[in-house]
């Protein structure tokens, strides 16, 4: 199984570029998110969905974007690419409820992105 | 009142021994705990997770501790082996918040054979 994939995993933009950040997963699940992770810092929530069509921002949320067509896409966008956008993006989803047993995410493998 | 404080940033550890990582938080709202563990090149996994109605959680050789009214929860890590050198994170969120975590800063552990 693929779980959550992301593309590309490496890129590197100058500033004022835009770009678009692809997620996709084929678990069925209803929610993603989108996490950026800066060194020392954690990780911090972007944008998330709870489901097609459903949208909402997160701690972080200026300067990107995102939409929700489909159960599997969860594309993110920067729109003029600052170097404070110089991070490590995750997307991750689950599939919802809260048993403890079962209730988790499960991340992409990253995407490392350099604006200079 | 968001934040969760997670220490050490890096521990080194040798083979066999007990790792100990620790986090604080301050919002009495949170009712939820995991733990996850980041490999070099992946994203995080879940290790293993506690709400606020225990006091301990085990799985194997990770426990998680919890005490509510200092507001802190801990990993502990036994006979810890080289394999789970890795980054960990401590996070914390309100069960009715779609899982929107707040994470601490992550601890660097490596373990020494």
């Known amino acids: 199984n693929a779980g959550v994939t992301q593309t590309p995993k490496f890129r590197i933009l100058k500033i004022g570029q835009s770009m678009t950040l692809q997620c996709t997963q084929d678990m069925n699940h209803n929610y993603m998110y989108w996490y950026r992770q800066d060194p020392g810092m954690g990780l911090k929530l972007i944008y998330y969905?709870?489901?097609?069509?459903?949208?909402d921002k997160g701690e972080v949320p200026n300067g990107y974007n995102v939409s929700r067509s489909t159960t599997e896409d969860f594309p993110l966008r920067l729109e003029l690419a600052a170097p404070s956008q110089t991070s490590v993006y995750f997307c991750a989803s689950r599939s919802g409820g809260w048993n403890l047993s079962n209730e988790k995410l499960f991340f992409g493998s990253g995407t490392q992105l350099s604006v200079l | 009142q968001q934040q969760v404080k997670q220490s050490p940033q890096s521990l080194i550890v040798q083979k066999g021994g007990i790792s100990i990582i620790n986090c604080a938080y301050e919002?009495?709202?949170?009712?939820?705990f995991p733990w996850y563990q980041q490999f070099p090149g992946k994203g995080p996994a879940l290790l293993i997770a506690?709400?606020?109605d225990v006091s301990e959680k085990k799985e194997g050789r990770f426990t998680i501790s919890f005490n509510k009214s200092a507001k802190q929860f801990s990993l502990h890590i036994m006979d810890s082996q080289p394999g789970d050198s890795a980054t960990y994170f401590c996070?914390?969120?309100?069960?009715?918040?779609?899982?929107?975590?707040?994470w601490g800063a992550g601890t660097k552990l490596i373990i020494k054979p």
């Open positions: 996070a914390a969120s309100k069960v009715d918040s779609n899982y929107q975590l707040i």
């Open positions: 919002n009495t709202a949170f009712d939820y």
């Open positions: 506690i709400r606020p």
């Open positions: 969905s709870v489901g097609a069509g459903i949208t």
